[in-house]
């Protein structure tokens, strides 16, 4: 595959005629224990668009982010108020199956994080726990997604080596895959090239335009430029007084960049802090 | 044919949820009722040995010899007595070689003897007990001619030997390189600092390792069966009248001790849960509830001191 | 010389003065007594090996293996090992089949599933039950487990395998109106080896990176999935370790065995019938043992003893160690 390295071209933001709402959230606020870590989050991630969460270190981002697919239930003493919306059901309901959130809406961390196993068998694992298990089936959804994670042409010959032993870019867009296995409706990821060389970083970022049609991504990073070139709407985050995180300004990306409305948000593009 | 797997997949999570949700379910459950099962034992073990036990235990009990078999009454003073003189002496043994083999160790962890050292105790701390029990019979009660005391607590110490050195390493490995540094720097000779400076840093932790191995050495029967055999009669009362009425030294006094058969807890429940007489069998579950008692304190101090300490580092 | 305070502070203070002079006897000390360690583990096996001479040159290796009679005659002076081999090897194989699953268990609950206060109190719990005595554990073994549990499990186990072809001579029975049998050393020896297991178990879990976990749950796995399919994959090698020290402390352990397995050279391969551990028969017979070949025999089972909970041991602690200092393969961008 060639490399083309294409720095995106944004012009005037265009308005969607029909832009529609995969996600949505209410007021919301999370608490570890006493701690108020984030106040008030209200939000509306378009879908099939890339939604870029910036701001400075420690204002919550990433436990906005993992609020979407509820992982800040593996914290005890994590509590929610407010509601999260997928296709206007709350994520957080009563009766809400975890398991199908979690599947619904896909997560790539910072760090890659392949299982031990063979290439194969990381792709495919997900699927399995729904009862596939013909061969052929198998193979050909670790194929495809092995395909879209840009990997495929790279690791063909070679699914059954380990996981592990592929270079960081290849194990993140394994672990791309693997998530896309499930068929996920949104990806969320966790500033998913800040570990990676600044080539795999760019490879990463084109893999998100074309994963966009498919998908609705929300993506954290304390990248401003890597923000810029790759999303379509950007929510600024800071802490306030309380050193709660709070949203403090949500826009498309276009206008964050040139026209910030807010004095605050205005101060971090333009880096004269964070 | 992307849209193939998805229905495939949306098949899957619709027919799948419920069983992957009870099979979780259960097996989570499961493994908490597996935790509590295995603490079954425990409690059933310890209650039964306060409740038949307890009723075994008075003045006497602690503070007589036996009796001659099938009468009542008694007590076991000299399994008391043979305990604590044969735990003693083991930890008198094998504290001074494990500390130092342990500073050793902590100091030169890949020299070939560092490494021969580790691989060593791990190998002894895997030696079963009865075959330290052998090990001493031929090594000191054949060449000697008889049982004694003195071949007993080698084998405890044996015993003892790799607990000791393993913690006291670890806790010379914690204290901060800083401190030894600091030492020599005003000019302290190594066996000084050694002595003076980190052995007092490590010492709580060297503490609880030893009062674990002496918990752990007070309980063990098989490596005394064929060490000190076992002494009813042994009193150590009229040993040490005797030994002053005739004038003899500290030393001769303590001689004699060590090298007569002796008795112990252990060996006395062993002995006793055999016979058919019942007295014998009740002063069984005495003996049994003296030794719980024994074991499980110290293991709480340990536990108690090993909690405070780490409360002490938290600041 | 007489012992005197002064002559005894002339004394140390010389010891204390060939010490100042430079710190070489120091260390000399050390090393002598880690060379005193290591002597120690050579002695064991060098004695066992030298005082076992005299049967193992009467005997050979037909000492070590199933014959069709096997006998223990003291009187004949003739002596057979195999069947404290193979009451050693059952009842450690049942109490591992037993203890493993369970041990399991409770690695799991303790590692990924305890809430942070039951935790150390729980740990505890279990660690107690490895610190209780042998011969407390045979006491309570002979008076209470064989009668309430044993019996009552080795009579429906009879009845329930009596008419079983092929199965009928594992259970032949009936079980001892005591109780006393392999089944019972075995059911002990499960519940002795447990602590071990789950603890060693556990540490290897909670070694394991909280990435991984991440990874499967965000993908939309179960928490048993993750723990069945991914942690214990990954903790394998550690955990069979962990099994392996279990089986190293089943195979040497002595007491409580003994009071309760019957101590009979009954020649039956039934496991509800009474039998022999080799540690057993050597608490049970050395200290009455008069022939210098009856003896040596029982020393010889020691050796044997010594060398397989060596090896076991052995390979144990490199599974273990390859597990808790596992560093997951940093990403090389």
Same mark, same amino acid.
């Given at each position: 595959m060639d490399m083309k390295i294409e720095i995106k071209q944004k012009g005037d933001w /265009? /308005?969607?005629?029909?832009?529609?709402?995969?996600?949505?959230?209410?007021?919301?606020? /999370?608490?570890?224990?006493?701690?108020?870590?984030?106040?008030?989050?209200?939000?509306?991630?378009?879908?099939?668009?890339? +939604?870029?969460?910036?701001?400075?270190?420690?204002?919550?981002?990433? +436990?906005?982010?993992?609020?979407?697919?509820?992982?800040?239930?593996?914290?005890p003493s994590a509590r929610i108020e407010g509601e999260i919306a997928l296709d206007g059901e709350n994520i957080y309901g009563k009766n809400v199956d975890v398991v199908d959130v979690r599947r619904r809406i896909g997560m790539v961390f910072q760090r890659p994080n392949p299982f031990p196993k063979s290439i194969y068998d990381n792709v495919s694992y997900g699927p399995r726990l729904y009862g596939i298990r013909d061969r052929n089936n198998l193979d050909g959804i670790v194929e495809s997604s092995l395909r879209q994670s840009a990997l495929w042409d790279e690791v063909k010959d070679k699914l059954h080596q380990s996981g592990m032993s592929l270079s960081g870019g290849q194990q993140q867009r394994l672990c791309i895959a693997r998530a896309l296995a499930v068929q996920p409706e949104v990806i969320l990821m966790d500033e998913p090239a800040s570990a990676?060389?600044?080539?795999? +970083?760019?490879?990463?970022?084109?893999?998100?335009?074309?994963?966009?049609?498919?998908?609705?991504?929300?993506? /954290?990073?304390?990248?401003m430029q890597q923000a810029a070139r790759v999303s379509d709407f950007t929510a600024m985050m800071m802490i306030d007084e309380t050193r709660s995180g709070r949203l403090i300004e949500y826009n498309a990306t276009n206008i964050i960049f040139t026209r910030p409305q807010d004095k605050r948000t205005e101060d971090y593009v333009t880096g004269r802090f964070g | 044919m992307t849209t193939n797997y998805s229905e495939l997949l949306k098949r899957g999570v619709q027919t799948r949820r419920l069983r992957r949700k009870s099979v979780n379910g259960f097996m989570l459950s499961l493994t908490g009722i597996l935790t509590l099962l295995a603490l079954v034992p425990l409690f059933w073990i310890i209650g039964y040995v306060i409740y038949r036990g307890g009723k075994t235990l008075n003045l006497a009990f602690?503070?007589?010899?036996?009796?001659?078999?099938?009468?009542?009454?008694?007590?076991?003073?000299?399994?008391?007595?043979?305990?604590?003189?044969?735990?003693?002496?083991?930890?008198?043994?094998?504290?001074?070689?494990?500390?130092?083999?342990?500073?050793?160790?902590?100091?030169?962890?890949?020299?070939?003897?560092?490494?021969?050292?580790?691989?060593?105790?791990?190998?002894?701390?895997?030696?079963?007990?009865?075959?330290?029990?052998?090990?001493?019979?031929?090594?000191?009660?054949?060449?000697?001619?008889?049982?004694?005391?003195?071949?007993?607590?080698?084998?405890?110490?044996?015993?003892?030997l790799p607990t000791i050195i393993r913690t006291t390493e670890e806790m010379l490995k914690l204290v901060p390189g800083a401190l030894r540094e600091g030492s020599l720097a005003l000019g302290a000779s190594?066996?000084?600092?050694?002595?003076?400076?980190?052995?007092?840093?490590?010492?709580?932790?060297?503490?609880?390792?030893?009062?674990?191995?002496?918990?752990?050495?007070?309980?063990?029967?098989?490596?005394?069966?064929?060490?000190?055999?076992?002494?009813?009669?042994?009193?150590?009362?009229?040993?040490?009248?005797?030994?002053?009425?005739?004038?003899?030294?500290?030393?001769?006094?303590?001689?004699?001790?060590?090298?007569?058969?002796?008795?112990?807890?252990?060996?006395?429940?062993?002995?006793?849960?055999?016979?058919?007489?019942?007295?014998r069998v009740d002063q069984a579950w005495g003996v049994a509830l003296i030794l719980m008692i024994l074991v499980l304190t110290i293991n709480v101090i340990a536990r108690i001191w090993i909690e405070l300490r780490k409360k002490k580092l938290r600041g | 010389m007489k012992i005197s305070k002064t002559n005894i502070q002339k004394l140390l203070k010389k010891f204390g003065q060939l010490f100042n002079h430079g710190d070489r006897p120091w260390f000399g000390l050390l090393i002598l007594m880690s060379i005193l360690v290591l002597v120690l583990m050579v002695g064991i096996g060098y004695l066992l090996w030298r005082d076992s001479a005299l049967s193992r040159s009467s005997f050979g290796l037909s000492f070590l293996l199933p014959t069709k009679d096997p006998s223990w005659d003291p009187v004949n002076s003739d002596f057979q090992a195999w069947p404290f081999i193979y009451g050693t090897l059952l009842t450690s194989v049942v109490a591992l089949l037993i203890a493993i699953p369970i041990s399991l268990g409770i690695a799991i609950f303790l590692a990924e599933l305890c809430p942070a206060w039951l935790r150390t109190p729980l740990n505890w719990l279990v660690e107690l039950l490895a610190a209780i005595p042998s011969v407390v554990f045979g006491l309570w073994g002979i008076f209470i487990f064989l009668p309430q549990v044993v019996t009552p499990i080795g009579n429906a186990l009879y009845s329930a395998f009596k008419n079983v072809p092929g199965l009928s001579a594992f259970f032949a029975g009936p079980i001892p109106q005591s109780g006393s049998s392999r089944l019972a050393a075995s059911l002990i020896l499960a519940i002795m080896i447990i602590p071990t297991i789950s603890a060693v178990s556990r540490d290897v879990l909670?070694?394991?990176?909280?990435?991984?976990?991440?990874?499967?749950?965000?993908?939309?796995?179960?928490q048993w999935e993750t723990i069945w399919q991914i942690l214990i994959p990954y903790g394998s090698s550690g955990i069979l370790g962990a099994v392996i020290l279990g089986l190293g402390r089943a195979l040497g352990e002595t007491m409580a065995v003994t009071m309760v397995i019957g101590n009979?050279?009954?020649?039956?391969?039934?496991?509800?019938?009474?039998?022999?551990?080799?540690?057993?028969?050597?608490?049970?017979?050395?200290?009455?043992?008069?022939?210098?070949?009856?003896?040596?025999?029982?020393?010889?089972?020691?050796?044997?003893?010594?060398?397989?909970?060596?090896?076991?041991?052995?390979?144990?602690?490199?599974l273990v160690w390859s597990v808790t200092r596992k560093n997951p393969q940093e990403a090389r961008s």
């Open positions: /265009v /308005v969607d005629d029909n832009p529609n709402i995969k996600m949505k959230t209410t007021y919301l606020s /999370v608490n570890y224990g006493k701690f108020r870590a984030l106040t008030d989050i209200n939000m509306e991630i378009s879908e099939q668009k890339i +939604t870029a969460i910036i701001g400075p270190s420690g204002c919550g981002k990433s +436990t906005l982010l993992r609020s979407f697919n509820r992982m800040n239930d593996l914290t990676l060389d600044p080539i795999s +970083t760019l490879r990463i970022e084109e893999l998100m335009h074309d994963l966009a049609k498919s998908y609705t991504i929300i993506i /954290v990073t304390h990248n | 602690f503070t007589q010899l036996p009796k001659p078999m099938g009468m009542a009454g008694g007590g076991v003073l000299h399994a008391i007595e043979g305990s604590l003189i044969v735990t003693l002496m083991a930890t008198v043994l094998a504290f001074v070689p494990g500390v130092l083999a342990a500073f050793y160790a902590a100091r030169n962890p890949n020299t070939p003897l560092g490494i021969a050292l580790r691989f060593s105790t791990d190998v002894l701390s895997g030696v079963p007990s009865i075959v330290v029990g052998l090990f001493g019979y031929t090594l000191i009660v054949k060449p000697q001619g008889h049982y004694s005391a003195f071949a007993g607590s080698v084998a405890l110490a044996i015993l003892m190594e066996w000084k600092t050694s002595l003076n400076v980190l052995l007092p840093a490590a010492m709580d932790g060297v503490i609880t390792g030893v009062l674990l191995a002496i918990a752990r050495a007070a309980g063990e029967t098989a490596p005394l069966l064929f060490t000190t055999l076992g002494n009813e009669r042994f009193d150590l009362g009229s040993i040490i009248k005797s030994g002053v009425q005739n004038h003899q030294g500290i030393f001769q006094i303590m001689g004699r001790i060590f090298n007569s058969p002796i008795d112990s807890l252990p060996l006395t429940l062993w002995k006793y849960a055999q016979q058919p007489y019942p007295e | 909670n070694a394991i990176p909280p990435s991984q976990r991440e990874a499967s749950l965000a993908l939309g796995s179960t009979s050279i009954e020649g039956t391969i039934s496991i509800l019938r009474p039998g022999y551990t080799m540690a057993s028969i050597i608490a049970n017979e050395f200290a009455e043992a008069v022939s210098k070949l009856h003896t040596s025999s029982l020393i010889e089972i020691g050796f044997i003893l010594f060398v397989l909970t060596l090896s076991l041991n052995v390979i144990a602690r490199l």
